[in-house]
């Protein structure tokens, strides 16, 4: 049996609710009655007995946590002793942090927001540093616990608690203050274009700006002068892409066409903010008149959005037509396919023609096809 | 599937896992030597090391076919340098003397530690994810509630552990599943206990078969009452647990004190409302009122932070027992009376409890509400987490986590940024890049 | 000879996935159709429960369908099967069959 670790922590509270780290049954340790008969201890490995020892000095304080810190092994090993305890999980390491997550107030901050005072996403999200993806999630999320809640399902409560207090937490501001920002919002992902290192030579009369670098990367000819004189900074295309998303220019033939690469000013989730920010430097004095614009830029592209979500979710509802028979349980949705020569192809086994195909061996036993579903609908 | 995934001392190997074992482990780990030893058997080695922590679970060519050798990385952009500058500064000319201060500044960027990320893939399977939210101690465990049928994706049951997450997938696992996993083990005295109770229940169910013909004729008087009766009942449930929990020996001193000052609280309360009837208003309402009162005392006193230190403070463990003393002496008294007034709906007299007693008292209350004494749990209870469980504890940001019902969102894949890799290893770069590079030459 | 619209039964064991074609009545389930017109899975899916209005929501049959090809095929005396007869009846092509009761 290997030795039992005795808790320094005894339970220090009224009630054994208090904290969820209190250690109070560990305690009967010491009453329990001895079941060895022999007088000789059990034999262990040298290795068994170097860890016990090791847990017993070193690694006791990793049993139990101290609520609102960390106490991961780096702070052990390394001794690290910052407030909140050290942030890296992994000695060996240095390039996984554990992050924060959100606070519970936080959280429902983010939805009354969103569902009581009805602000898009977008705006939510600029105005707390959340990426726009987190702060829909936690919509979802807390929906979802509302509704459990009412149903009266089972909830993790304690655990939730002790997460929140062994993980670092981003805290809601109190009022007046400024929010902490979550995470970086303006995050780009880097194009696969751009990992080739392209010598181009530019002439020094030449202004050479992200969009023509943009394509350079994507092998495009060169704007001509008059659409280049046209845009004073890279950000004035974003407007026009996101009204028009298949304005962008495509080069190249058949498998190897590809959409022209935008400069960053237009892939990032927040290019109203590069605009609010050319504002604040061409105007530094009419500071309402600035969030007036940038607020009505938050509106039109969230106008925008929403319309193209309902234009794509009535495209889905024309293409089926819903039937509910009286006499059965289920509903019949009907989709409608086009059987022609230009589907089926000349032989009858074009891949666009509706059906399984005859003639043609089934693949879902060889090896690496994917036999399980790929998602699952929402 | 035989388990090979061992967290054996003699090997060494790290997995991804919760026991004191791999923590262990995890402390002494050393990346492995590469002085006299062949560029192959560097990268054979650190292969070997990096597959037994992540997805040691999955077979190698199944592993071998989810590799890719492009990996995700996002930079973070800053508005102001975008506003400032289209780009045209930064391709000038060196000739011009347009370099700044600033440009020489931005150069000096961290590296992206791309081959830190050369298991990403492995994250998007709904075992490991799940296994990533905190939801199971292992991958292997995350992996059993998967085919047991404990999880749901998008609201369908997904038995697949290797089904492959898409972005804004919502995961959600069975939250009595999620507690046992990471709360801590019955003793055997409280299994024991629970082996007990299960028998009697036995014999009461075969005792009310019999009488079942009897009873029926009165069941809507009974309805009636219940409603009333309801609050009664959970009280006295409450109390009957900590009966329970009191009746056997084995209780230390300290801990059975604890119970009987709770059970006599509960009692005055009981008795409080058999004769005034004021406890048809649900346990929830007290709670709310409470919690109410208690943030309007708190508003009145700016100090409460300070409290909160001190609070802090009687954790402490060599402070504790100092302040146990008092603790224990002076909330017994708290805890009655507020429980009293909050039950008659009266106004709770706030100035004669400090800071520190209310929030003892507003925890102990909530708690005491969330986490119960029950028997019939797989687990320990009153829950708690299991030993060494905050030394694995962190969040990715690749997901997005609700504890309270156990559900996740799967945001995105994991992307590496500069300086920080989203993925977790335990391993450093000496160990991930000749992994990498192992699994880049396609020799299969 | 009578040509029919008819199912033919893909899809694995436990796991059936129909098509529906145009084919000859002697010929066999699984010989090659004149016409592939459409497909049928019988096995229902259940909306998600992760929303409020899915609540009473009914599970539900995807049928696909050629609405001109189906057209064509029944003018020119394709007879369908029962089954094929009860889809094509919720789709509108053709009345639905009145209910007739065995006579043991």
Known sequence: MPPRIQSRRVSNTLLPYLSSSSSSPASHSSLLPSRQFSSTPAQQTKLRREMFAWLNTTGATLKHHVPGETNYVTGVVRNVMSDGGSKLPFPNNPTFFSETVLSEELRNEIYARVTQQKKSIRAVSVDMGIDMNRVAAVVRLVELEKRQRAQGKPLALPYARAIHEMVPVTPLSQDGERQTYHEPINDLPAHPSTGAQIFYPVPESRKFTRVDAGRVFSGAPAMDHETAAKISHPSDLAEGIMEKPNSIEWVGKGDNARQVLQPADVRIPHPQLVNFEIDRINEPLARRERAERQAQRIKKQDELEQKRRERAQARREDRTTKVEPADSRFEYHFHDTVVSKETTGPHGKGHLAPGRRYGVPSEDRKRGIIKIPTRVGA | ?444 | MVLRIRLSRFGNKHNPFYNIVVAQARSARGAKPLEVIGTYNPVPKQPTNLYDENANARAFKEVALDRSRTKYWLGVGAQPSDPVWKLLSMAGLVEPKPITHNKA
């Not at chain 2, 058997?41 to 070997?48: F, H, I, R, T, V």
């Not at chain 2, 300290?254 to 009692?267: P, S, Y």
């Not at chain 2, 507003?362 to 708690?367: F, G, P």
């Not at chain 2, 997901?399 to 450093?428: D, K, M, S, W």
Request: proline residues 5%; charged residues 30%.
């Open chain 2, 1 to 444: 599937m035989r388990n090979r995934a061992t967290t054996s001392l003699s090997r060494g190997k790290i997995r991804q896992s919760w026991s004191k074992y791999n923590l262990y482990n995890l402390s002494r780990f050393r990346s492995p030597p590469t002085a006299n030893r062949t560029f192959f058997q560097q990268k054979w080695s650190a292969k070997a090391i990096s597959r037994a922590y992540h997805g040691e679970q999955v077979r190698e060519g199944q592993w071998k076919r989810m590799f890719s050798k492009r990996i995700r990385s996002v930079v973070p952009m800053n508005v102001a340098d975008l506003a400032a500058d289209d780009g045209s500064l930064v391709s000038s000319g060196r000739g011009l003397g347009l370099d700044s201060e600033d440009k020489k500044s931005r150069t000096n960027v961290r590296p992206m530690p791309f081959t830190q990320m050369a298991f990403a893939p492995l994250e998007r399977r709904l075992d490991v994810a799940i296994f990533r939210a905190l939801f199971a101690s292992s991958a292997r465990q995350a992996r059993q509630f998967v085919i047991h049928g404990a999880v749901t994706v998008n609201g369908q049951k997904m038995r697949q552990p290797s089904y492959l997450l898409n972005p804004g997938d919502l995961f959600q696992v069975d939250p009595e599943r999620v507690m046992y996993a990471t709360g801590a083990p019955k003793n055997k005295f409280e299994r024991r206990e629970a082996r007990l109770e299960r028998k009697k229940e036995e014999k009461e169910e075969e005792a009310t078969a019999e009488e079942g013909e009897a009873k029926e004729a009165k069941p809507e008087a009974e309805a009636k009452e219940g409603e009333k009766e309801n609050t009664r009942e959970t009280l006295k449930a409450l109390m009957a647990q900590a009966k329970n929990a009191m009746s056997h020996e084995v209780l230390p001193a300290k801990r059975k004190q604890e119970l009987r000052g709770f059970q006599k609280a509960v009692r005055r309360v009981m008795s409080r409302a058999g004769s005034s009837s004021v406890l048809t208003d649900s346990l929830e309402n007290q709670f709310s009122e409470l919690t109410l009162l208690l943030k309007g005392k708190r508003a009145d006193k700016k100090d409460s932070k300070k409290s909160g230190k001190e609070r802090r403070a009687t954790k402490d463990e060599d402070s504790a027992a100092a302040e146990t003393a008092e603790v224990d002496a002076a909330p017994g008294e708290a805890l009655s009376e507020a429980f009293e007034k909050a039950a008659k709906g009266e106004e709770v007299d706030t100035s004669e409890l400090t800071d520190d007693e209310f929030d003892v008292l507003k925890r102990a209350l909530t708690q005491m509400r969330d986490n119960p004494i029950d028997n019939s749990k797989p687990y320990a209870t009153p829950w708690r987490p299991r030993d060494y469980m905050s030394a694995f504890t962190f969040i990715p940001r690749y997901l997005e986590v609700n504890q309270n019902i156990c559900a996740a969102v799967y945001l995105r894949h994991p992307v590496a940024r500069p300086g920080a890799a989203e993925v977790p290893t335990p391993f450093g770069e000496t160990v991930s890049t000749p992994a990498y590079g192992w699994y880049l030459k396609r020799r299969w």
